[in-house]
């Protein structure tokens, strides 16, 4: 298998338009379960594992790992993309990487003592982009 068609098998769509939808889906979907505290970190010029990341808390590891299995039931149904997991069983921390985006789903506690937030931001200052 080379580069290119793992890529493409993890949804490394290299389209702006399949980025965004992806993330519009995610976001969604997050909002609408009640996850809480939603940050996206555009990750153009940062990183070449994916063009967003998603960061959410969950109040408990049952939601933490209910919001991680709808989204990934969700992006499967929709895209056909087969999100990795990693973390579920868990429920403190739940990492999805789904080509285009990698979303992180915390506990809030869990969540405070990483602090991915603060590790991307840009040397300039740059803020994550709460929603």
Known sequence: MTADSAN???GKSGDKSESDAMLARILKLLEESKAEDIVTIPLHGKSEMADNMVIASGRSSR???ALS????KLIKEETGIICRTEGKQSGDWVLLDCGDAVVHIFRPE???FYQLEKMWQTA???QP???
Do not use: A
């Not at 299995?69 to 990934?72: A, C, G, K």
């Open 110 to 112: 869990v969540r405070d």
């Open 129 to 131: 982009e709460e929603d």
């Open 124 to 126: 300039g200052g740059d």
């Open 69 to 72: 299995e709808q989204l990934y």
């Open 8 to 10: 493409t098998t993890l």
């Open 63 to 65: 939601q933490v790992s």
